[in-house]
C-alpha cells in the first residue's frame, strides 16, 4: 500500500524539474521568497463572520457544532456560554466553528436546545497560527525553456483533439481546493482569479492578497493539469481557456485538510461561481470518517451540508479516490488515523466514509497509469468510483506546474482528479446552462468504456466496474466531437541501444483505400540526447518517410512530437513502422510509444 504523502493529499511521489533540464527527487517544501506588492482585497465572504483576534489557550481544540440552518445567534451565545469561542459560523448551513480548551466542551453543548451534534474536528491543538496566519511567502519564479508538447496524459483523455471544438471559456471559473496555488507561475498567471482566490485554512476566509498562495507544491500542479495556459511555454492544461481560483484549505506546516477548512472551501466556491472544483485530499484527521461516532458524524454532516450548498449554487465537485490500492466498497480497517496525533488500528465498515469522495454528488476518481490500467496505488471500489482518469504510475508520471515558474512529474488519484475536472469545465464551456447533475451524467455517459483486467478484486461489467467506473475520461466525445480519423496506437516499450537501428510495428487494419496526404505519426521517444537519432515511418510496401533527423548537436532530452507525412501514394492497410536509428555511443533510450491517425 502506497503511504498518503502531507496527510490528507491524494499524490504518491514526486518530482520536480528544475528548469528545462534537471529532474531531483525533492520532498514538498514551500518555495523561496520575493517581495510582492499587494493590491485591494477582495471583501469577505458574508456566510462565515470572523472573530476577533485573541490568545490561544492551552489545549484549545477546535469543533463543529451542527444547528438548523438560518440564524445560529443562539447557538453561538451558547458556545460561549458553555467555555468557547466562536471562530467562524455559516447561517446557511447551520455549521458554527468553535473553539475551547474546556475539555467538557462538547458534552455541555450536545446538551443545548437546538443543536443537533457536535464534534472535534482535530486530535491536536488548534496552532497558534490560527489568529494570525502568515501570509505564505512569493516563490521566485524561474523562466521556462521548455516548449508545449502533447504529453502521453492529454492524448490519452483526448484533450489535444477537444481543444479543435473549446479550449474552454473565460467565464468558467474553477475552484483548487489544495495547498495553495502559485499565481506568479508563467503557465498559471494568465489564467489565474486571484479575486476569487481565498484561504480557508483553520476554517475561515482569508481575503488578504496572496493568502492562497501555496505551502506545498501539490496544489499548483494540480492547477497546471486543470488549466495551465495555452502559450507555448512548458505544458497545456485540459481546460487552458478557464479560470483557475486558489482557495487553500491546507495548513503550513502539517499540510493537514481539517473539516471546517473544508467546510469554509465549499462555502466559498458556491458563494463565488465556481462551476467546479478539484478536491485532491481527504478531510483530516481521520482517512475514514464513522457514523456512529460522535465527532467523526459531525464532520460527515458538516462537509456534506457545504458540499450540499455549493452543488445547489451550481457546483460540481471532483475528488481524488485516494492512493492505498483499497477497496472502498469492502471497508474493513484502517490503521492510519488518526493522522494530526498517534494512528490506531480500527475495524470500520461501509458506512464510514472517506470524504468529501465518498459524500453524495461528488464525482470520485480513480487513476489510470499509461494505457487502460488501474494505477498500481490506486483505490478503487464498485459502487463508490465514478470515472478514471490518467494519474500515473513508476516512470509515466503526470506532468505540470510546480511553484517558481518549475515543472515536474507527480503520481497519484491527486493527479487523476484534476484531469476530470478540467474535462467537466470544457463540458461547461461548451453549455454553461449544465447544471451539476448534467455535468455528472454527461461525464459518465460519455467515459470510454474500460473492462475489468485479469484482476479478482475488479468487479462489475465493461460499462461499469470497480476500477475504472462508467470508464475512462474522454474530453472530445464531453465536448461533443469526433475524432479526425481512425487512429492507432504501439504502446510496447522498444529500447534504442547504441549505433543500433530499431523498429516498431502497428498493424493497420479496417481503413480502406490510399494513407491521407496528411497522415499524422505521433512519437514519444525517452532519450537523454536525441543529437544522436535520426526517426523515420516505414509505409506496408517498404518506402521510407525521413521524420527528422536531429543535429548532432542536439542535446535536448526525448522526442515528443507529431509529424506530418503526405502518404497519400500508400495503401492504408499492412503493417506501418516506427524506424529509430542511433547513430553514436554513450546515450540510449526507448521508444516508449507512438501512433497514426488517418
Known amino acids: 500500500m502506497l503511504p498518503h504523502i502531507s496527510a490528507g493529499l491524494r499524490r504518491s511521489a514526486a518530482v520536480a524539474a528544475l528548469g528545462a533540464a534537471v529532474a531531483l527527487a525533492v520532498p514538498a517544501v514551500p518555495a523561496a521568497a520575493v517581495p510582492q506588492t499587494p493590491a485591494a482585497a477582495p471583501a469577505a465572504v458574508p456566510a462565515a463572520a470572523a472573530a476577533p483576534s485573541g490568545a490561544r489557550a492551552a489545549g484549545t481544540r477546535a469543533y463543529l457544532v451542527i444547528t438548523s440552518p438560518g440564524d445560529t445567534s443562539a447557538v453561538r451565545a451558547a458556545v460561549t456560554g458553555k467555555g468557547g469561542t466562536v471562530f467562524a459560523h455559516y447561517d446557511a448551513i447551520g455549521v458554527v466553528v468553535a473553539h475551547s480548551s474546556s475539555g467538557t466542551f462538547a458534552t455541555a453543548m450536545r446538551g443545548v436546545t437546538g443543536v443537533q451534534q457536535v464534534g472535534a474536528t482535530r486530535t491536536s491543538d488548534v496552532p497558534a497560527d490560527a489568529y494570525a496566519p502568515a501570509l505564505p511567502a512569493a516563490p521566485a519564479q524561474t523562466p521556462t525553456t521548455l516548449t508545449e508538447t502533447n504529453r502521453w496524459d492529454m492524448t490519452q483523455i483526448k484533450a489535444d483533439q477537444a481543444w479543435a471544438v473549446t479550449t474552454g471559456s473565460a467565464a468558467v471559473k474553477v475552484g483548487v481546493l489544495d495547498t495553495g496555488v502559485d499565481d506568479l507561475h508563467q503557465d498559471i498567471a494568465p489564467n489565474f482569479n486571484a479575486a476569487d482566490s481565498v484561504s480557508c485554512a483553520y476554517g475561515r476566509p482569508d481575503t488578504r492578497f496572496g493568502a492562497w498562495r501555496d505551502v506545498d507544491t501539490h496544489g499548483t500542479h494540480v492547477a497546471g493539469t486543470i488549466a495551465a495556459a495555452k502559450n507555448g511555454k512548458g505544458v497545456v492544461g485540459v481546460a487552458p481557456g478557464v479560470k483557475i481560483s486558489s482557495v487553500r484549505i491546507a495548513e503550513p506546516g502539517t499540510g493537514l485538510f481539517y473539516a471546517e477548512n473544508t467546510i469554509c472551501g465549499f462555502m466559498w466556491a458556491g458563494d463565488h461561481g465556481f462551476k467546479v472544483t478539484n478536491n485532491s485530499y481527504y478531510t483530516d484527521p481521520w482517512m475514514f470518517n464513522c457514523p456512529d461516532d460522535p465527532d467523526q458524524a459531525a464532520i460527515i454532516e458538516g462537509v456534506r451540508r457545504a458540499q450540499a450548498y455549493a452543488e445547489g449554487k451550481g457546483s460540481l465537485q471532483v475528488a481524488a479516490a485516494g492512493n492505498s490500492d483499497y477497496d472502498l466498497a469492502n471497508k474493513t480497517t484502517d490503521t492510519s488515523s488518526p493522522d494530526d496525533s498517534t494512528p490506531v488500528t480500527r475495524r470500520i465498515t461501509n ?128 465536448v461533443g466531437g469526433t475524432a479526425p480519423g481512425k487512429y492507432f496506437e504501439n504502446l510496447t516499450d522498444v529500447n534504442v541501444p547504441d549505433n543500433t537501428t530499431v523498429e516498431s510495428p502497428l498493424p493497420v487494419t479496417g481503413v480502406s483505400g490510399y494513407a491521407p496526404a496528411a497522415l499524422k505519426v505521433g512519437v514519444d521517444i525517452e532519450h537523454t540526447y536525441r543529437g544522436d537519432l535520426v526517426v523515420s515511418l516505414v509505409a506496408p510496401d517498404g518506402t521510407v518517410y525521413l521524420l527528422e533527423d536531429f543535429a548532432n548537436g542536439d542535446s535536448g532530452d526525448d522526442v515528443v512530437k507529431t509529424y506530418t507525412v503526405n502518404a497519400a501514394s500508400e495503401i492504408a492497410a499492412g503493417t506501418w513502422k516506427l524506424r529509430v536509428r542511433d547513430v553514436a555511443t554513450r546515450d540510449t533510450g526507448r521508444i516508449d510509444a507512438w501512433n497514426l491517425t488517418f
Do not use: W
Open 351 to 478: 458506512a464510514c466514509l472517506d470524504i468529501p469522495t465518498e459524500l453524495p454528488g461528488v464525482v470520485t476518481v480513480s487513476s489510470t497509469g499509461r494505457g487502460s490500467v488501474k494505477a498500481s496505488y490506486s483505490n478503487f471500489g464498485r459502487g463508490v468510483v465514478d470515472i478514471a482518469a490518467p494519474g500515473g504510475d513508476g516512470s509515466y508520471g503526470v506532468y505540470s506546474t510546480l511553484p517558481g515558474g518549475k515543472y515536474g512529474n507527480m503520481n497519484g488519484t491527486s493527479m487523476a482528479s484534476p484531469h476530470v475536472a478540467g474535462v467537466a469545465a470544457l463540458m461547461a464551456s461548451v453549455n454553461p446552462s449544465l447544471t451539476p447533475a448534467d455535468l455528472r451524467a454527461r461525464l459518465a455517459s460519455q467515459a470510454a468504456d474500460t473492462a475489468c483486467p485479469a484482476d479478482g478484486r475488479c468487479t462489475g461489467t465493461t460499462a461499469n466496474n470497480g476500477f475504472f467506473g462508467e470508464g475512462q475520461a474522454d474530453a472530445l466525445k464531453a
